[in-house]
């Protein structure tokens, strides 16, 4: 999933304070699951803001909305009625929900209040890992399932390094060391074979830094 | 009670019994302003409810919650207490007192604690400033 975290209030309030009219818009899908952006996000976040502009003495219009995902056009359609209505739209939703909703209400303004991380997992109860940098060529097939492109600081395909200290990376303690879970995963599985073979260093055209990347499937269009 | 009766809502777990049928409103109307909310588990109180209580027009909210040991969900009253902080967080965010929320574990069935509570608490709520209402245009 993607994950994301509240912007400050303060910094919202700079973007949307121009507007008389506000339509707040969670998103149900993600940023519900890692507690950013879904419907409890977007009721606190909207009763937040009426409670800073009742504070001085501004009274804004301030709706609220939940949509079941903001990146696909058929969920979008569910605020077709409310979107118009407002100056403008502050979306609880990732950077990708956000500019779906640009491209198809192209006359509103469409401000963030995330700030959009990583893809990551819950690992547990109000605690997300970030465990995939989205590389194009996955490779966790040799590594145990547990990725050295984003576990291991350095991105080592031929880890660790020397600076692994008891199951903590030496770029900061606080980060366990993706090598040292790679290799007790391959242990545990019997599979500590794998880590013979060579594998060249990742190919970085297929990730973000070839460019934004497109996936086209003729057989899913209308 | 004196002057202007001052807006609290207090929420307050079923399971501390506190009301006999027909007992709440004749509290009620010994405590005017007060709302009273019963729901079935402290922890099903959220920190967009307590916001948006308090958004609503309440000057304060109240949240009455069992032991920690005594909770029938077992880990309601500990969550309640860790997003009634939450909450208070995000008022301090916006400039509002976070005494305008407390969280209190108070015996089941005792009224006297009770009202003890709420008169302390009401005091506390009238030497804050109060909450613009909604500006007209
Ligand atoms: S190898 Fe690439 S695609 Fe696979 S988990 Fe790591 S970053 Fe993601
Ligand atoms: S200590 Fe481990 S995670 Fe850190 S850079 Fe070295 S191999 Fe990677």
Not at chain 1, 34 to 45: D, F, K, N, P, V
Not at chain 1, 50 to 76: G, M, W
Not at chain 2, 56 to 70: K, M
Not at chain 2, 117 to 125: A, G, H, V, W, Y
Request: glycine share 8%; hydrophobic share 40%; with cysteine.
């Amino acid at each position: 999933m993607i994950v994301a975290t509240l912007k400050e209030i303060d910094e919202i309030r700079k973007m949307i304070d121009r507007y008389d009219s506000v339509l707040v818009v969670g998103c149900d899908s993600c940023v519900a699951e890692c507690a950013a952006g879904g419907s409890r996000e977007t009721m606190l976040l909207t009763a937040a803001l009426k409670l800073s502009y009742l504070k001085d003495h501004k009274n804004p219009t301030i709706t609220e909305a939940v949509l079941d995902r903001q990146c696909v056009d058929d969920f979008i359609d569910q605020i077709a009625d409310q979107a118009p209505e407002h100056d403008a739209i502050l979306s609880l939703g990732c950077g990708a929900g956000v500019q779906a909703l640009a491209r198809v209400y192209r006359d509103k303004p469409i401000i963030p209040a995330l700030n959009t991380l990583f893809i990551g997992e819950t690992v547990s109860r109000g605690v997300w890992q970030e465990n995939c940098l989205g590389c194009g060529n996955c490779k966790l097939g040799y590594f145990g399932a547990v990725c050295p492109v984003t576990r291991c600081s350095k991105k080592l395909m031929n880890g660790p390094c020397g600076g692994s200290k008891g199951g903590r990376c030496e770029v900061n303690p606080e980060i366990a060391c993706g090598w040292d879970m790679i290799i007790r995963r391959l242990d545990a599985l019997g599979e500590l074979d794998r880590l013979t073979e060579y594998v060249p260093p990742c190919d970085w055209s297929t990730s973000h830094s070839g460019g934004p990347r497109k996936v086209i499937r003729e057989d899913q269009q209308p | 009670m004196e002057g202007k009766p001052v807006k609290i809502v207090v929420y307050h777990c079923k399971n501390l019994r506190l009301f006999k049928d027909g007992e709440q409103k004749v509290f009620n109307r010994k405590w005017p302003g007060l709302s009273l909310v019963s729901i079935p588990c402290s922890g099903k109180v959220e920190a967009h409810h307590l916001l948006k209580t308090l958004a609503g027009g309440a000057q304060g909210v109240l949240i009455l919650a069992c032991a920690e040991s005594a909770c029938q969900y077992l880990e309601g009253s500990a969550r309640s207490r860790k997003r009634v902080d939450y909450a208070g967080q995000w008022l301090q965010k916006v400039g509002i007192s976070p005494e305008r929320l407390d969280f209190v574990r108070v015996p089941p069935m005792d009224r006297v604690a009770l009202e003890n509570l709420l008169r302390e608490f009401t005091s506390k709520i009238q030497s804050l400033e109060v909450i613009p209402a909604i500006a007209k245009a």
